[in-house]
């Protein structure tokens, strides 16, 4: 099957997301998680990626994501046919965390279900629904019965709750208060 070409807009946002291959749990434990965090804030820099929200759950992740313009693109000097900042990180951060998952777990193979899979932002209304269920996955998916019990999100990064280096770059520009509460 052909993946047919992705195409990803200068200065648009975009709800990035991909789950693992066979729904299998890739995030056992705190460590797995953080080492997913900080590759994320390494690559971010490289790519100049713009986080605006995020999730990590046992089985799958999810971004929302800005796409830099042009001028940052390509200041980043991409090599190979991936020209976007967007599919530079996704591409680049799911590598890096199926190494380390396949050598710290004795796993072969891949870990994602195949590539990842966006949804351009339309409006300020899809940007306000997008950003609550990213920032509730882990409550939608009863892994947590409330939002400050799962720290795996952006939530804390709005609310101030994180204890360490957030990865949000920005808060959405459109009027959107990005730390209501789900569930």
Request: charged share 25%; with cysteine.
């Amino acid at each position: 099957m052909v993946t047919k070409p992705r195409i990803i807009q200068p200065n648009n946002d975009y709800h990035v997301y991909n789950r693992s291959a066979n729904k299998l749990r890739i995030f056992h434990s705190d460590t797995d998680y953080n080492r997913w965090f900080n590759k994320i804030i390494n690559i971010k820099k490289q790519t100049k990626t713009i986080i605006i929200a995020w999730a990590i759950l046992p089985n799958h992740y999810h971004f929302l994501l800005k796409e830099p313009d042009l001028k940052t693109i390509n200041s980043c000097h991409f090599t190979g046919s991936i020209k976007t900042s967007i599919s530079q990180f996704t591409s680049r951060i799911e590598n890096a965390y199926t190494k380390y998952y396949n050598f710290k777990h004795q796993h072969t193979g891949i870990i994602f279900q195949g590539p990842y899979r966006s949804l351009l932002i339309k409006n300020d209304a899809h940007l306000k629904e997008i950003l609550y269920y990213i920032n509730g996955n882990a409550v939608k998916h009863k892994i947590v019965s409330d939002i400050d019990d799962w720290p795996y999100t952006s939530y804390h990064d709005y609310t101030n709750k994180r204890k360490n280096l957030s990865i949000v770059d920005k808060l959405p520009t459109r009027r959107v208060d990005p730390t209501r509460r789900v569930g």
